[in-house]
Nanobody, 124 residues
Framework: QVQLIESGGGLVQAGGSLKLSCAAS????????MGWFRQAPGMEREFVAS????????DYTDSVSGRFTISRDHAKNTLYLQMNSLKPEDTAVYYC?????????????????WGQGIQVTVSS
């Protein structure tokens, strides 16, 4: 069973930065793509970023491209999301997820395992 545990969320002013971490259990971390999603109150869960199993191919939704960076450390079984120039509209619960494939996807149904989510709040 794979467990994903997010950390690093919190409250930050607009223009600030946060770095989310997602620690994964198990020995298969390096074999699958990973992704970050977010869900704001009253909204559907949306794709934020993904990285392939080898961390070579990364994908970002347009609204965060150039501000957020996804990365992974295979030695630590950890996924990261560096978030810079944060905006109030980035406020949401952020989830990390492990894909069923080696290449990332923007579709939630291609991710088999999910973390519990962590709150990120950006004040104006």
């Amino acid at each position: 069973q794979v467990q994903l545990i997010e950390s690093g969320g919190g409250l930050v002013q607009a223009g600030g930065s946060l770095k989310l971490s997602c620690a994964a259990s198990g020995r298969t971390f390096g074999s699958y793509a990973m992704g970050w999603f977010r869900q704001a109150p009253g909204m559907e869960r949306e794709f934020v970023a993904s990285t392939s199993a080898t961390d070579v191919i990364r994908d970002y939704t347009d609204s965060v491209s150039g501000r957020f960076t996804i990365s992974r450390d295979h030695a630590k079984n950890t996924l990261y999301l560096q978030m810079n120039s944060l905006k109030p509209e980035d406020t949401a619960v952020y989830y990390c997820a492990r894909s069923t494939r080696t290449l990332g996807s923007r579709e939630p149904n291609e991710y088999a395992y999910w973390g519990q989510g962590i709150q990120v709040t950006v004040s104006s």
